[in-house]
């Protein structure tokens, strides 16, 4: 269910990369154990083990395989469009899921806070900036008629926003992007619903609610 | 680049900033400082446009307008490689990212000002404590990269040569001094950040070294 973990699988299906799937369970706190933090220090998901490294931090992850995997792009050629990428996933992956992630909703919750509040809030805060965002920047999908990295990073927060309820119908270019990019093969794959680790009542739900 | 002078909308206190300002020191870009005070322009409801934009830093560059700091350091990096801020080796590269993310996502947006003024009336409202969670979010973010550090760092961050991950480094370091934090659990941090501030590009982009820094600013110890 994480999200990081999901913008890394949705790159390494795009770029054709096969690989190995080690289920962590953030719900159970296995990430918090003392021999998960010697491969990741940041105890989070996700971790990827290649070509003789670890690498953690998901955004660290999505660069290391596009400059080392540069077939399939997932980064336009020109700078400035290459900073629009960057700003986007940024704008997701730095000041939404960050807020909202596992973490503090349970310190939220520790307080007698209601998690789904803060999450709502969170959110719909940095929803507002990426829409504006897009209609700079996006034709077809983020930023142009490319899928890029904040295709990537996009498609998995919508994903958490229908879990909480948001009303997506605000951010029409938002729906619009994500919904197409639901239909490709890459992002598909990498869905929650389909990896080893999701449990079968998840498997049943229709999480896909794009109205 | 082109031959006009980039124009950076900052904050002299925005961490974020002072990353972008640290970046454009050290690869010796002359550039014009155009202050921004985020909470009175919130407090105005002004309107935003390119020559106000809403959040900072934004930089004016090649005839174009850039956001969010960390997509603004790679473009200068890109397009400015003189005095690299990453390594070749993309192994290398990836350790800084990662520190550079730990501290751009993992720890900043949770604490900054703009955010935390709302989240933490409704921390407030809730009966819960809005230095606690500040102090929560920190340590455990500082936790992490001192655990990261231990493995990568030599006279910096990641090695020998300042990096992306250094030029965060400092300002969060800084940003984070006033929620009195014990930096004594942080060895590496304190180490890497104290020999950081020796260095003339940081310096130069040091919050009390900025325009639009109040003159009782400036008599503050950092």
């Known amino acids: 269910m994480s999200s990081c973990s999901w913008r890394v699988r949705t790159c390494l299906n795009w770029k054709g990369i096969d690989y190995e799937y080690c289920p962590v369970n953030v719900l159970e706190g296995s990430q918090n154990k003392e021999e998960y933090s010697e491969i990741n220090p940041y105890k989070f998901v996700p971790t990827l083990k290649i070509d003789g490294v670890i690498l953690n931090q998901s955004v660290a992850i999505l660069e290391y395989l596009e400059e080392t995997r540069p077939e399939k792009s997932l980064l336009p050629k020109d700078p400035y469009k290459r900073a629009l990428v960057r700003s986007l996933v940024q704008a997701i992956a730095g000041d939404i899921q960050p807020l909202q992630n596992l973490r503090p909703l349970q310190y939220i919750e520790s307080t007698g806070g209601n998690k789904t509040e803060w999450a709502v809030y969170c959110i719909t805060h940095g929803f507002e900036g990426v829409e504006k965002q897009l209609a700079k920047a996006s034709g077809k999908y983020c930023v142009g008629n490319e899928v890029t990295l904040a295709d990537l990073c996009l498609l998995p927060q919508v994903y958490n926003a229908n879990w909480f309820g948001i009303d997506m119908a605000k951010y029409p270019l938002i729906q619009r992007i994500a919904n197409d990019l639901s239909e490709l093969d890459a992002f598909k794959k990498a869905h929650p619903q389909n990896q080893i680790d999701c449990p079968d009542k998840e498997k049943n739900k229709n999480l896909r609610a794009f109205i | ?222």
């Open chain 2, 1 to 222: 680049m082109s031959s006009e002078k980039p124009i950076l909308h900052s904050y002299f206190r925005s961490s974020c900033s002072w990353r972008v300002r640290t970046c454009l020191n050290w690869k010796e870009i002359d550039y014009e400082y155009c202050p921004v005070n985020l909470l009175e322009r919130a407090q105005k409801k002004e309107e935003y446009s390119e020559t106000n934009p809403k959040v900072v830093p934004a930089l004016k560059t090649d005839g174009i307008l850039l956001s969010q700091s960390v997509a603004i350091l790679e473009y200068l990096e890109e397009t400015q490689p003189e005095k690299p801020l990453l390594p070749k080796d993309p192994y290398k590269r990836a350790l800084v990212r990662s520190i550079v993310q730990a501290i751009a996502s993992d720890i900043q947006p949770l604490i900054q000002p703009l955010h935390y003024i709302k989240s933490l009336q409704y921390l407030e409202s809730i009966g819960g404590n809005k230095n606690e969670y500040i102090i929560y979010c920190i340590t455990h973010g500082f936790e992490g990269i001192e655990r990261q550090l231990a493995n990568t760092s030599g006279k910096y961050c990641v090695g020998d040569e300042v990096t992306l991950a250094d030029v965060c480094l400092l300002p969060q370091v800084y940003d984070t001094n006033r929620f009195g934090i014990d930096m004594t659990k942080f060895p590496l941090i304190q180490r890497i950040t104290n020999d950081l501030s020796e260095l003339d590009a940081f310096k130069k982009g040091h919050p009390q070294n900025q325009i639009d820094c109040p003159a009782e600013e400036k008599n503050k110890i950092s």
